[in-house]
């Protein structure tokens, strides 16, 4: 069972972070100079805090996932809806950052912040710790959408 336990946590934290590897490495090949001559509002917060916040919310976002995984009344559903939305995650920073879509970009966000609305109620039907380690993930997610908005505006 610990062993289940352990590779079960391993492979979810693979998937979950190859969001952030795709993000990563689209926004470091894509983004200058681009994002340096876009127009920013005040409320965007200074470069170096993005790769701690995220890696935080991605660590979150594994416990998340697995903590429901190993509760007696979970479905695989919930499960395949956590893969797609980790696939609206990776494809943010692909049309942002790769691609210089603001727009496309916040409908992507929207339609992200929409899965992780339906995580959350689904978590929450079966594993309150789940379901509360969402919940700065969707905080952070809805000021970016409010970052992203305020790009599209300036810009």
Known sequence: M?????????????????ASFIGGLVSMIFREPWYSELVKSNYNPPDWIFAPVWTTLYVMMTLAIWFFWHSNKRDINTVYIYFIHIVFNATWSVVFFGLHQIFLALVVLTVLIIFIIILIVRFKRVNFVSYYLMIPYLLWCLYALFLNYNLLILN
């Open 2 to 18: 610990i062993k289940n336990k352990f590779l079960s946590l391993i492979l979810f934290f693979i998937i979950t972070f190859s």
